[in-house]
Nanobody, 114 residues
Framework: QVQLVESGGGLVQPGGSLRLSCTTS????????MAWYRQAPGKQRDLVAR???????NYADSVKGRFTCSRDNARNTVTLQMNTLKPEDTAVYYC????????WGQGTQVTVSS
């Protein structure tokens, strides 16, 4: 099991950028495939990006070209660099292993608004 804590969310204007971080407290982070999910009010939780233990990534079509997922195994972190943010990116963002565990953290709120 990996304990995950998301951070880095906030309020930004359309076109702005944010960097989300997911930090673990475990010692086996480097062996897990990881993913970012998001959930907007009244909507289901959707997969945004995933990254394998080896660093390969893929993204939801809605964020391709704008978001970049990376990981730093030495720091037990996975990050999501979000550029050219749009109002429709507004959601609570969560990290988890992939495939997702049934246990979720609190997430971090991202609000994109002018």
């Amino acid at each position: 099991q990996v304990q995950l804590v998301e951070s880095g969310g906030g309020l930004v204007q359309p076109g702005g950028s944010l960097r989300l971080s997911c930090t673990t407290s475990g010692s086996l982070f480097r062996f897990y495939d990881m993913a970012w999910y998001r959930q907007a009010p009244g909507k289901q939780r959707d997969l945004v990006a995933r990254i394998t233990s080896g660093g390969s990534t893929n993204y939801a079509d809605s964020v391709k070209g704008r978001f970049t997922c990376s990981r730093d195994n030495a720091r037990n972190t996975v990050t999501l660099q979000m550029n050219t943010l749009k109002p429709e990116d507004t959601a609570v963002y969560y990290c988890n292993i992939h495939p997702a565990s049934s246990r979720w953290g609190q997430g971090t709120q991202v609000t994109v608004s002018s």
